[in-house]
């Protein structure tokens, strides 16, 4: 299939969304044994040529809310304590667009392939992307609409990428809900399933759609064993990992979501910042495929 071919509206969601994970998942030590965490061959440090400037974006639809979200970053404040350390923390906002980087300096693989979902593609597949996310987030969801279903179509069901979803918790605490959700849903090998849903029935930032009402209500479309899931959402089993991977992306220096990371078969490092149109990945995605 050509890299640009459009998939019709019946053919976005491929077939294994409905199923389970069993056919397109690796395990965390898999991961691992193909991607040595913390070893010197598997850090990267760029030049001074590719050293990234700091990019700064502001996110405009949220300077016009003025006084009220003032008052609900007060309360998030206090909710993502348990998440971040406020005092150190960066400020992560949403990017539309911005600059491909090549080779980010001191990015380590672990940061990158730990405290994330399974793999979304065959585990063989030469090219591993990975996004960190946040369920509320807008570009997030039109990067999920755009672009993200022509990868999958043109490059996951064709063996060339697997993909990795990470959290990074911008918008509040629904999205954590949402997030452990997912990984609840992950326990009965529908992590991608729950994921696409959740984005399939987005209705906006802070609007309370993410209620508990309607978690479960996804779980109960997908056929899920409820007991299993209720207790999963009861118990928080998914609290430490969706902390992990906020620190990931800390530690990674992001500044907002979504954002990319790819590796290549010679583990070059590619970083995209940004909701970028499927051109972008293409083009980052044909030129490491012709190493």
């Known amino acids: 299939m050509e890299p640009n071919s459009e998939p019709n509206e019946n053919e976005k969601l491929p077939d294994f969304f409905s199923g389970k994970d069993e056919i397109i998942r690796e395990n965390q030590d898999s991961q691992k044994k193909s991607y040595p965490a913390n070893s010197t061959e598997n850090s990267f440090k760029s030049n001074g040529e590719n050293t990234p400037k700091k990019i700064k974006r502001i996110h405009a639809p949220s300077i016009g809310i003025g006084a009220g979200i003032a008052i609900s970053c007060l309360v998030l404040g206090i909710f993502l304590a348990n998440f971040t350390d406020v005092k150190d923390s960066l400020v992560f906002e949403e990017i539309p667009s911005a600059d491909i980087i090549q080779n980010p300096k001191k990015l380590s693989f672990s940061l990158l392939l730990n405290n994330g979902s399974p793999f979304l593609g065959s585990v063989d597949a030469p090219l591993t992307l990975i996004e960190f996310g946040d369920y509320q987030c807008s570009f997030c969801k039109r990067h999920s609409d755009q672009t993200n279903h022509l990868i999958i179509k043109n490059y996951v069901e064709t063996g060339k990428v697997k ?20 990984h609840c849903a992950k326990d009965q090998e529908m992590f991608w ?26 779980a109960v479309d997908l056929e899920l064993d409820m007991n299993e899931f209720s207790e999963c959402m009861s118990d928080n089993r998914w609290d430490d990992l969706i902390l992990a991977s906020q620190k990931d992306g800390e530690a990674l220096g992001i500044g907002g979501t979504p954002a990319f990371f790819l590796i290549g078969p010679s583990d070059h490092v590619t970083k995209i910042d940004g909701a970028q149109p499927y051109n972008v990945f293409t083009e980052v995605f044909e030129a490491e495929l012709a190493k």
């Open 163 to 182: 993909i990795m979803f990470k959290d990074l918790i911008v918008v509040g605490e629904d999205s954590v809900s949402a997030a452990h959700a997912a």
């Open 193 to 218: 399933a729950y994921h696409f849903t959740l984005y399939n029935n987005w209705n906006g930032e802070g609007t309370g759609w993410i209620t508990n009402d309607n978690l479960n209500r996804y």
